[in-house]
């Protein structure tokens, strides 16, 4: 077996026997300690929520549905605004074609009759 200098595991003797060092069971051991700092929150979490989200379901509700109504108030609004811009384009755009349609007539020369 091969023995590298940064290696967590060192031979005993001839009989093969691996045992882990000291470091590796602080790394072990500060392992843990960061594995239960990270997930600990979760689980306080998982073992309030059944208690603590009901009732906030409850007194978020009316919330959420006036949220949504002020939603689909400015969604009308917006809406009608944009109706209202699309007329006054639309008309803007039917007094512009006939003011060069008659700018077009008052500029071309005088059509001659039959002689």
Do not use: N, W, Y
Request: hydrophobic residues 40%; charged residues 25%.
């Amino acid at each position: 077996m091969s023995h590298d200098a940064g290696s967590d595991t060192h031979d005993q003797g001839g009989g093969g026997d691996v045992r882990p060092t000291s470091v590796s069971r602080r790394s072990f051991s500060s392992g843990l300690k960061g594995t239960a700092r990270f997930f600990a929150p979760s689980l306080l979490v998982g073992l309030v929520a059944p208690f603590v989200f009901p009732a906030m379901r409850r007194a978020a509700k009316p919330v959420v549905k006036g949220i949504i109504k002020g939603a689909l108030s400015l969604s009308e609004s917006v809406k009608e605004g944009a109706a209202d811009a699309r007329e006054q384009i639309s008309d803007l755009l039917a007094e512009v074609k006939a003011e060069r349609e008659k700018e077009a007539a008052d500029s071309a020369p005088p059509s001659r009759g039959p002689a």
